[in-house]
């Protein structure tokens, strides 16, 4: 069992920069692909990005790549997710979410996919 909480939601002005971050606690956090969701309302939830055990690897949704960085540091057993040049269609309640995989490192897209959820945190993005 895996227990996540998101922080790092807010407002802020297109143009603009937010770090989220997702802390873990439970079972060994270096057993568990992380991915982050998001989910506009009225819309369904959608990947973000995913990254790998050790943070060696990483996907993105076209729509925010370039822009988006996913990272990890397991001695503190949370992940982040960088956003930069926000735009308002970035708005929307934003998931981390955690899966225990084996290699290789495959592309989890799904919500589906994953076993564990956070609580989400609110991102709005002025225009």
């Known amino acids: 069992q895996v227990q996540l909480v998101e922080s790092g939601g807010g407002l802020v002005q297109a143009g603009g920069s937010l770090r989220l971050s997702c802390l873990a606690s439970g079972r060994t956090f270096s057993l568990y692909v992380m991915g982050w969701f998001r989910q506009a309302p009225g819309k369904e939830r959608e990947f973000v990005a995913q990254?790998?055990?050790?943070?060696?690897?990483?996907k993105y949704a076209d729509s925010v790549k370039g822009r988006f960085t996913a990272s990890r540091d397991n001695a503190k057993s949370t992940v982040y997710l960088q956003m930069n040049s926000l735009k308002p269609e970035d708005t929307a309640l934003y998931y981390c979410?955690?899966?225990?995989?084996?290699?290789?490192?495959?592309?989890?897209?799904?919500?589906?996919?994953?076993?564990?959820w956070g609580q989400g945190t609110q991102v709005t993005v002025s225009s």
């Open positions: 979410a955690a899966v225990q995989s084996l290699p290789p490192f495959q592309p989890l897209r799904k919500v589906s996919d994953y076993d564990y």
């Open positions: 990254i790998s055990w050790s943070g060696g690897a990483t």
